[in-house]
């Protein structure tokens, strides 16, 4: 069995790391996989995203373990990085049965994924809490797993907010490449 966890990571954050060693506490995976998206459906329009090989390294440096492999699989299909699409490629590749770790956020917008009723069938949803305004849906109807876990009130957004105001982000991003990260967002 193996755990997907795809998301922008612009930049990875402490969040998403706290987010996946509960996944995998839980699910005990084969493999679990951080899928960095080339162009998140979402998020066409945010010229503010980073290179891909840059949140890759990134990632590659926020996972140092053996038991993380960050995939660069997004890059080798089309764009924008539909779910759906990863999924289906990479059931054919390995023949696993998938696991797909997101935010509650992402739940609720959820009816809004390309084929997200058929991506269902795919995948098991595992489902990790946060925070949000925004209106919800009534997806809660949609199975899933629903991690106990404690809330991480941190974004990418935040981050990058913060280094916009001359802020401190050390304690957020992983103490390797934090240097790395304010340089790049405080010339955005
Ligand atoms: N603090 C958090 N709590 C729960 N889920 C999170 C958290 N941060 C990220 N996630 C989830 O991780 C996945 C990837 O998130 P992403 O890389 O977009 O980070 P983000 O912090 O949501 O970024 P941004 O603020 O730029 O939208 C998404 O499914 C998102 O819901
Ligand atoms: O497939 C979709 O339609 C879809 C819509 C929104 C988000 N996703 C995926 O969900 C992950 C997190 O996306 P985001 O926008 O919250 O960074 C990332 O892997 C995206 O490719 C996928």
Not at 16 to 39: G, M, N, T
Not at 58 to 87: A, G, H, N
């Amino acid at each position: 069995m193996i755990v997907i966890f795809g998301g922008t990571y612009n930049p990875p954050h402490i969040g998403h790391r706290i987010i996946a060693e509960y996944a995998y506490d839980y699910l005990k995976p084969d493999k679990f996989l951080i899928i960095p998206a080339v162009v998140p459906p979402h998020k066409i329009e945010n010229t503010s995203i980073l290179d891909f090989e840059t949140r890759k390294l990134w990632c590659e440096k926020t996972f140092p373990e053996e038991r993380f492999i960050v995939s660069d699989i997004e890059k080798k299909l089309s764009i924008p990085s539909y779910t759906y699409q990863t999924v289906l490629f990479l059931k054919k590749e390995m023949k696993e049965e998938i696991y797909l770790l997101i935010g509650e956020d992402s739940l609720i917008n959820f009816h809004t994924w390309y084929k997200w009723k058929d991506l269902l069938k795919e995948v098991t949803l595992v489902v990790y809490k946060r925070y949000s305004e925004k209106l919800k849906f009534d997806n809660y109807q949609i199975p899933h797993i629903f991690l106990n876990s404690p809330l991480i009130e941190i974004s990418a957004t935040e981050i990058r907010n913060r280094i916009k105001k001359n802020l401190s982000i050390y304690g957020m991003v992983s103490d390797n490449i934090v240097e790395d990260v304010i340089i790049k967002y405080r010339h955005e």
